[in-house]
């Protein structure tokens, strides 16, 4: 067990949806990281937070968007789904992430997102 | 801008065998280099890194890595595998004061009895 949550583990919906992803770090750590895995694409990095502060962006959509709240938990929002947004949606979670990319990035379980 | 190639998308291997998953990587500067282990149905989880220092790397579960620069490699291997082994394998490489991890495509290692 990392101490990475995610909810849910599984999301089913339609296209055209919005969904929201929910992610809980560590405790202690102050980065977020979110990633997408899929068959045809490997593993994405998508945008990491610091903080409440957005540090780096991949190769994030702009149907997508994040935030981390003061609590530090992350909400990964996804909008106008299409069938090729399913995939398994990570998140990650490190101590630092303003100069310190020796961290080690501890990740959780996943959500599986099918889009019908 | 990086990359990381894993050679090998499937590598096959009877119990207690030796094993080498490769890795190369290219990048314009210094960088990290990692192995993350995905077992079925679960996240990812560190195996090892490559900071600095000894290019030799141990990590967890019996695996090492090496790194090597001139060839821009960092292959993993583990001398006796056991079954419990099998799982999917990425190598991933990481600037040195970047933030964005690139992961290569992953190597399924299956363990046979």
């Known amino acids: 067990d990392s101490g990475v949550t995610q909810t849910p583990k599984h999301l089913i919906t339609a296209t055209g949806q919005r969904v929201t992803l929910r992610c809980s770090p560590r405790s202690g750590d102050l980065s977020v990281y979110w990633y997408q895995q899929s068959l045809d694409q490997g593993l994405q990095f998508l945008i990491q937070y610091y903080n409440g502060e957005e540090r780096a962006k991949g190769n994030i959509l702009e149907r997508f968007s994040a935030q981390q709240f003061p609590d530090l938990h992350s909400e990964l929002n996804l909008s106008s789904l299409e069938l090729g947004d399913s995939a398994l949606y990570f998140c990650?979670?490190?101590?630092?992430?303003?100069?310190?990319?020796?961290?080690?990035?501890?990740f959780g379980p996943g959500t599986r997102l099918t889009v019908l | 801008a990086q990359s990381v190639t894993q050679l090998d998308s499937q590598v096959p291997v009877f119990e207690e065998a030796p094993v080498e998953l490769r890795c190369n990587y290219s990048?314009?500067?210094?960088?990290?280099l990692f192995w993350y282990v995905q077992y079925p149905n679960q996240g990812l989880q560190l195996l090892l890194k490559?900071?600095?220092?000894?290019?030799l790397v141990k990590g967890i579960n019996g695996f090492e890595a090496e790194f090597n620069k001139s060839q821009t490699s960092f292959h993993l291997r583990k001398p006796s595998v056991h079954i419990s082994d099998t799982a999917e394998y990425f190598c991933a490489v990481r600037n040195t004061g970047g933030f964005k991890t690139i992961f290569g495509a992953g190597t399924r290692l299956f363990v046979k009895a």
């Open positions: 990048s314009s500067v210094s960088v990290y």
């Open positions: 490559y900071l600095s220092g000894s290019t």
């Open positions: 990650a979670s490190s101590v630092g992430g303003w100069g310190e990319s020796t961290d080690t990035q501890y």
